[in-house]
């Protein structure tokens, strides 16, 4: 079975710029969260949207925003980029809201700004 | 708020030298404590999930126990192969599926 995808793998953007990242989660899952991780550091929490509701927000800015569709698939959107924006961008599936269900992630968007 | 500390950093180990790493956590009402395994350029891998004191989870040359401040994920005998980072990770109570995650541990593990 195919695991979690992301899409772009690598994107070079400069400051002031948008970008769109997306993401599809495993098969028959219906929870998808969103992670930046800066170099040398642990990931830290975006967004988790299920059943295409926002279940949880982190400590970003409101030039971050997601969505999540029908088919589960998801989202992240930035605007006007910062150079502090660079990081890995990782999305993680798990089968529902709640409970201690482990998160599965893909292998993330490189994300560059100049 | 809730947080993560691991230790130590880095840790290099000869090939065969077992040892332990260590995940302190402070939470509001554990929901799970996750540890993940991160090659470079990947995403992190899921390793283990535990729920309560005294749980002890094993796969393959890795065993994580949890207490009610700390857990440790045991490497016995490791191989070059089991070089990563390691990241702890908790989620607390509530309707989010949030993790917390530690800065990460790096092992390198020299044949």
């Known amino acids: 079975d195919a695991g979690v995808t992301q899409s772009p793998t690598h994107l070079i953007k400069t400051r002031g710029q948008q970008v769109t990242l997306r993401c599809s989660p495993i098969?028959?899952?219906?929870?998808v969260s969103w992670y930046q991780q800066v170099l040398g550091q642990g990931p830290q929490f975006i967004f988790q949207?299920?059943?295409?509701?926002?279940?949880g927000r982190g400590n970003f800015p409101d030039r971050f925003s997601a969505r999540q569709f029908p088919n589960y698939s998801s989202e992240l959107n930035v605007n006007a980029l910062l150079l502090g924006d660079s990081a890995l961008y990782l999305c993680?599936?798990?089968?529902?809201?709640?409970?201690?269900?482990?998160?599965?992630f893909g292998d993330g968007t490189r994300l560059s700004i100049l | 708020e809730d947080q993560v500390t691991q230790s130590p950093e880095a840790l290099r180990l000869q090939e065969g030298e077992s040892s332990s790493l260590n995940c302190s956590y402070t939470?509001?009402?554990?929901?799970?404590l996750f540890w993940y395994r991160q090659d470079p350029g990947k995403g992190p891998e899921f390793l283990f999930t535990?729920?309560?004191a005294g749980e002890e989870k094993e796969k393959e040359r890795l065993k994580a126990t949890l207490t009610k401040k700390e857990s440790f994920l045991h490497i016995t005998a490791p191989k070059p192969e089991d070089s990563a980072t390691y990241l702890c990770?908790?989620?607390?109570?509530?309707?989010?599926?949030?993790?917390?995650f530690g800065k990460g541990m790096k092992l390198t593990v020299n044949p």
């Open positions: 939470v509001s009402g554990l929901r799970g």
């Open positions: 990770a908790v989620r607390s109570q509530g309707g989010s599926e949030k993790l917390v």
């Open positions: 098969s028959g899952h219906k929870s």
């Open positions: 949207y299920y059943e295409k509701e926002e279940r």
């Open positions: 993680a599936s798990s089968l529902g809201a709640g409970g201690g269900q482990p998160q599965h």
């Open positions: 535990l729920y309560s």
